[in-house]
């Protein structure tokens, strides 16, 4: 079975990172595009307990804005076509406190996550013209709770937290899952599956690992208050990074303890 090839964007989050981290453990190629020093990335990594020669021979870090579409190109790019798989982990930076009744905290760049996956969505599309092959890459995005068109999937008392206090990066979060949505039904698209992920509160702290996890849908979600940063990571990799195709369909799913 061929070990899948991976683009990581946002890698220096938490959650990306963890997903990394177990992807070189188990021998995955990945390439990954940081605006910081690619340093930094890799004394995560080795903290992490990857060794030097598996980062040496397994990771590629290029340095670089995701909103510049030639360098997402090539971070897509690996051993000369395109990677089997992306994932899609740019969150939320440092908020800015604002004197604001609506919106009490905002972002430098509100609209990071929409501007920068659309971006990588036409980096894609484009290789995908560029390339003799059919083959086109599958994409998971890291999103949150709270922002459903469905039941409610976050606990009542997170309720103002959410939808005040957040909602200037939930707005965003939101526009970002429906650009891969919409983009799904276009013919140009350069992804053949998508998934998200939606992770309640997250926080920091050992894995529990799978079993202290639960899943659910957007029809039918899992409601809780947290999830460990590390486990989502865990889960992502386990669920869709390992194998060559995952097995859930397209759409999001949550996850908590």
Known sequence: ?????????????????????????????????????PDKL???????GISQDVLNSKLTVLQGDA??????????????SIVNK???GIGLAEPIFQFSLITPLTLADPRVCESTLATVLQAASDLHKESASSNKPDIYLISTTGISN????????????????L???????????????????S???????????????LMDGEEQGLKAIRTGTEAKPSIGYTINRKDVGLWIYKHWLESPKAADENGAYTITY
């Open 1 to 37: 079975m061929t070990t899948p090839t991976i683009a990581v964007f946002g890698a220096t989050g938490g959650c990306a990172q963890t997903a990394l981290a177990h992807a070189l453990k188990n021998g995955h190629t990945c390439r990954a595009l940081t605006r910081s020093n």
């Open 42 to 48: 890799k004394t995560a990594l080795l903290a992490r």
């Open 67 to 80: 909103k510049d579409k030639e360098i997402v190109k090539e971070t897509l790019r690996c051993n000369g």
């Open 86 to 88: 992306i994932l899609y």
């Open 150 to 165: 469905g039941p409610r999937d976050v606990p009542i008392l997170c309720w103002p937290f959410y939808h005040w206090l």
């Open 167 to 185: 909602k200037v990066m939930h707005d965003d979060k939101k526009k970002m899952e429906n650009l891969v949505r919409s983009s799904a039904n």
């Open 187 to 201: 013919p140009e698209r350069g992804f053949a599956e998508y998934r998200i992920v939606r992770a309640s509160l």
